[in-house]
């Protein structure tokens, strides 16, 4: 989720990529040249600092990339709101919903303190900056590393014992994080990876 509304944003700041939810090499490199342009390290990761840059504040009445990012992620919070880029009276009022159930002023105006929320996922009313948005290697596919980077960031924790995550794919991670958004943060518990040794065939 994190990574399509991070795609969204830098097509608002006029970056030419799709909002496929892979961070892919185009991703990396529009991400790169979004950072050249507002005087940051260009290294195609999207780390606080330039989360910083690229969220924008929208309210109603609002068009574009940036209200589509918003209201991605308010609709993996269950909202059911059309992710059109139009900022109309159902992306308020789930706006304003959203930030009163997560202790924000509920203006219904989607700025830095709800954006950190949205993103982060977080029930606390301390806004946090969203964890790095890293590259995915070419085929999709993220590294053990990678993997559990993503899933700490969404509060979801490591898996126990010998279970493997390298070469799970990113979309994967993604329909967790995705799944614990949606079920209100209910704790997700990861019992199996890529390893072999689940079934008699060793698959």
Known sequence: MNVTTAQHLLAAAGQSVTADGIYGPNTQNAAAAFQRSHGLTADGIIGPN????LVRTVGQGANGSAV?????????YGNRIAVDGAFGPATRNATAAFQRSHGLTADGVVGPKTWNKLVNGTKTSTPTT?????????????????????LAAAGIKAPVGRTSLAGVRARTIQ???ALKKASGGCTIVITGGTESGHSTRGN
């Open 130 to 150: 969203p964890a790095p948005t890293t590259p995915a290697p070419a085929n999709g596919r993220l590294t053990q590393r990678q993997a559990l980077a993503q």
């Open 68 to 76: 589509k990012a918003a209201q991605a992620q308010l609709a993996g």
């Open 175 to 177: 329909g967790v994080i």
């Open 50 to 53: 330039t989360w910083n840059k």
